[in-house]
Structures are given as structure tokens and as C-alpha cells.
């Protein structure tokens, strides 16, 4: 008998095929019984809207447009960057920090030229590095009439010189003072056992498994 007759589709809300590959390997789809798909491949032309204020709110405006295109449950995430100095900023802005489409590498640049920028103005050693990722994971199905939300988040700082080849977004620019390590230098499964979205996601199918 196949082991997929009593599984259930979930579509997962993204085209970040880098944030796809670490939603797979954080969400036990086996324990919850989930065969996930991604948004292009049940509804190509479907468009998600992320306008909420918070986190929180655009990964359940996600998950609901996404289970509404499809009329399957589905999975959503919102995720950003806080940094102090610069009072909370790019955060629920950080994937168009640099404006449309989404960029990597511009969103790196905007964010590096900014801290450059406070540095130049301020007496040396008095700017604060801090900052951290946050993420919001939201469940949603039509269904069971089911909405779950839960989150987490990665304590670091910024540095202004990128390093390393693993991640995406503004990885290479997250410094975890501990390891002394940027989240772009670390491997997959090492990032996975600290991020903002493993935190999010784990404790979205502790809850899952539970419901």
C-alpha cells in the first residue's frame, strides 16, 4: 500500500525557493502527514499580498490567500530583519528594503550603506551592532477551519563586510557573536538548529501534531 493514501497536501506560500529548502527540512511532513507542494505548482498566476504592520499578519493574510487560490491548507511565513540602530528598520519591509522586485544583493547594499552611514555620524564605538531575525509561521485550512500562528527569532549583529556562501537574504550580514560565525557560514543544518524560522516552524508543528 502506498504510504501517501492518507496524506494531505498542503501548499506552502513562497517562491523563495532558498526558504522553501529550509521550510522542507524544519516541518516534519511525515509526522503531520503533510505532502507539501509550493504555490507555483497549484496556482502559478495566484498573487499574495503582504501589506499587514506586523509579521504575524502577513504570514496569516499569506496562508489564507494562498489555502483560498488553491482550496487547500496552507502554509505561510513572514519573516525580516530588526536592527537597533536603525530603529527596528527594514523589518516587515526587508525582502523590498531596496524596492521592487526583491534583491539580495541591493537589499545587502541599502542595508550596509545605512549602517556606514550612522557610523560616519556618530562618535566611533557609540552605534549598536544588534539586531535580530524574526519570524512569524502561519498554518491555515479551509478544511477543519483551522489557523495556527507562532514565532520565533535569532539574536546577532550586523556587520558591514559580507561573509560566506550559504543562506540567502541578509545572511551574510548576520553575525552570531557566540559562533563568530554569520548566518551564511554556517551549514543548513546549523543554521536550522538556531534561526528565527526553525524556532517559528518547530513550535508550528509541535502545535500541528497536537491539533
Given amino acids: 500500500m502506498s504510504t501517501h493514501v492518507n496524506r494531505q497536501k498542503v501548499v506552502v506560500a513562497t517562491r523563495n525557493r532558498g526558504k522553501l529548502k529550509e521550510i522542507l527540512k524544519l516541518l516534519d511532513a511525515e509526522r503531520l502527514g503533510f505532502d507539501l507542494v509550493t504555490i507555483d505548482e ?76 550612522m557610523a560616519a555620524e556618530a562618535r566611533p564605538g557609540t552605534i549598536s551592532h544588534t539586531a535580530r531575525f524574526r519570524c512569524a509561521a502561519a498554518y491555515v485550512s479551509p478544511v477543519h477551519g483551522t489557523e495556527v500562528v507562532t514565532t520565533g527569532s535569532c539574536e546577532g549583529e550586523i556587520i558591514t563586510t559580507p561573509r560566506g556562501e550559504q543562506g540567502f537574504g541578509y545572511d551574510p550580514l548576520f553575525l552570531i557573536p557566540a559562533l563568530d560565525r554569520t548566518l551564511a557560514e554556517l551549514t543548513i543544518d546549523e543554521k536550522n538548529s538556531l534561526s528565527h524560522r526553525a524556532a517559528a516552524f518547530r513550535a508550528l508543528a509541535d502545535v500541528l501534531s497536537e491539533v
Wanted: hydrophobic content about 45%; cysteine-free.
Fill in 42 to 117: 497549484i496556482a502559478p498566476n495566484a498573487v499574495l499580498i503582504e501589506d499587514e504592520p506586523t509579521f504575524e499578519g502577513n504570514a496569516l493574510a499569506k496562508a489564507r490567500q494562498a489555502s483560498a487560490a488553491t482550496g487547500l491548507p496552507a502554509l505561510a511565513d513572514d519573516s525580516g530583519l530588526e536592527v537597533d540602530a536603525l530603529e527596528g528598520e527594514p523589518g516587515v519591509r526587508s525582502a523590498r528594503y531596496a524596492g521592487e522586485p526583491s534583491d539580495d544583493a541591493k537589499n545587502n547594499a541599502k542595508l550596509i550603506a545605512a549602517m556606514n552611514a
